[in-house]
C-alpha cells in the first residue's frame, strides 16, 4: 500500500482511485459512514471473548491398574454424571465411586479408537490423562452446544501426539482472533490509521511482537493474568485509536501517526493478556504448555493475517467506486468503532467492582 498524490474530502493524502461514476443520488441515499456503521453495529451485543475459562469443565483421568480408571470432575459448578456408562464405550462398565471421582472399567483397556461423551453444553473441557506408562497428556476439546465427544486420540501419548497437540492449539489460537471481536476491531484501527506499506508492515509486527511477549509471561506464570482490568483497557484502547483516526482524517497529526507502531506495541502488550485468557488458565500440564503456546500464538498470527487480508480485499473494492464514498467509509467506522469501544467500557466497568 502506497501513498499517492491524489487527496480526499478532508485534505489528507490518501489512496488512489476513479471517481464514482454511479448516479448521484445513489451516493446520497446510501451515505459511506452509515453503511460502515451498519456493518459494525451487530457487534455490539457480542462477547469479546467466546473461549472463556467458566464455560471449560476441567477432567482429571487417572488409569489406576491396566483397565482401571478414575475420572475426576474438578469444577463444582458442573453437571454430576448421574450415569457414568453413558459416558464409556459400550464395553466399559462403572464400578462403585470414590471421593469426589467416578470409576470404571474397561476390557480391554482404553486404545485410541475410544472416545468419551460428556453430555455438557459447555464451551469445552480440558482433560488431563495420565497413565501407568508415567506419559502425562492434556487436551482441551472443544464443545458444540450439545456436549463434547473426547477422542482418546487427543490424550494417548505416543508417535503423532505432539502432531494432535499442535493441531488443536494452532486451531484453538486462530477461533480466538476470528471471534474475539475487540481484538478484530483493534486491528482494523489500525489499518484506518496507516498510511503506506511499511508503516503497516511495523505496526502489524510491533503488535504481533508485544501480544506474544504478554501471552508467553501469563501462560508461563510470570504475571497473572488480570481479567477484568484488562478487558476495561481493551475497550479503551481501541476508542483511543478511533480518536487518533478521526483526528487524522480532519488533518491533524500527532505522534501516534508519525510513530504509529508505538501505539500498536504498547497496546499489543494489554491484548496478549487478554489472548492468554483462552490458554494461561485452562490448566495444561507443565510439559504441553511450550508447544501449545507456541501453536497458539502461530493460529493467532494466521487468524489475524487472513482478517487483513479480508478488510484490504474490501478496501480495493470500496476504493474503485470513489474516493469521496471511501472517506465517508473510512469515517463511519471510525465513528462506529468509538461508539462500540465505548458500550464495551462502560458495560465491562461493573467487573472492576466486583472483583
Known amino acids: 500500500m502506497s501513498s499517492s498524490s491524489m487527496t ?49 469443565a476441567r477432567v482429571i483421568l487417572q488409569e489406576e491398574t491396566p483397565g482401571r480408571y478414575r475420572l475426576s470432575v474438578v469444577d463444582a459448578q458442573v453437571p454430576p454424571l448421574f450415569n457414568i456408562e453413558r459416558i464409556l464405550p459400550e464395553r466399559c462398565t462403572g464400578l462403585p465411586p470414590a471421593a469426589y471421582a467416578y470409576r470404571f472399567a474397561c476390557e480391554p483397556a482404553l486404545s ?57 492449539y494452532l ?34 509486527t510491533a503488535f504481533t511482537i508485544a501480544h506474544s511477549i504478554t501471552l508467553a509471561c501469563a501462560v508461563l506464570g510470570i504475571f497473572p493474568v488480570p481479567g477484568a482490568p484488562v478487558e476495561v483497557l481493551i475497550a479503551l484502547s481501541i476508542a483511543f485509536l478511533a480518536r487518533e483516526i478521526i483526528m487524522g482524517q480532519r488533518g491533524e497529526e500527532t505522534l501516534v501517526h508519525r510513530r504509529p507502531w508505538l501505539v500498536a506495541f504498547l ?38 493475517v487472513g482478517f487483513i487480508c479480508v478488510l484490504l480485499g474490501g478496501w480495493y473494492a470500496l476504493n474503485r467506486l470513489g474516493r469521496e464514498l471511501m472517506f465517508s467509509v473510512e469515517r463511519g467506522l471510525a465513528y462506529g468503532l468509538g461508539a462500540i469501544a465505548t458500550y464495551w467500557f462502560i458495560e465491562r466497568l461493573p467487573a472492576l467492582v466486583i472483583a
Not at 26 to 48: D, E, M, V
Not at 127 to 143: F, K, M, Q, R, T
Not at 173 to 186: M, T, V, W
Open 8 to 56: 480526499d474530502p478532508s485534505g489528507r493524502a490518501g489512496f488512489a482511485g476513479p471517481k464514482w461514476r454511479g448516479p448521484p443520488w445513489l451516493a446520497r441515499c446510501i451515505p459511506g459512514r452509515l453503511l460502515a456503521l451498519a456493518l459494525l453495529l451487530p457487534a455490539l451485543p457480542i462477547a469479546a471473548h467466546d473461549i472463556n475459562v467458566t464455560g471449560v
Open 112 to 168: 485410541i479408537e475410544d472416545s468419551l461423551d460428556f453430555p455438557w453444553g459447555l464451551s469445552g473441557v480440558l482433560v488431563i490423562a495420565n497413565w501407568l506408562e508415567g506419559d502425562g497428556v492434556s487436551a482441551y476439546i472443544p464443545g458444540d452446544g450439545a456436549g463434547i465427544e473426547v477422542p482418546m486420540s487427543e490424550l494417548k501419548a505416543g508417535a503423532g501426539s505432539w502432531a494432535r497437540l499442535a493441531g488443536r
Open 171 to 204: 486451531i484453538s489460537g486462530a477461533e480466538h482472533i476470528l471471534f474475539g471481536i475487540d481484538h478484530l476491531l483493534f486491528v482494523l484501527g489500525l489499518l484506518l490509521l496507516m498510511r503506506g506499506f511499511w508503516k503497516l508492515v511495523q505496526t502489524v
Open 267 to 304: 497496546f499489543g502488550l494489554l491484548h496478549g493478556f487478554g489472548f492468554a485468557g483462552a490458554l494461561g488458565e485452562l490448566g495444561l500440564s507443565d510439559a504441553d504448555i511450550p508447544l501449545a503456546l507456541l501453536f497458539f500464538n502461530i493460529g493467532v498470527e494466521l487468524g489475524q
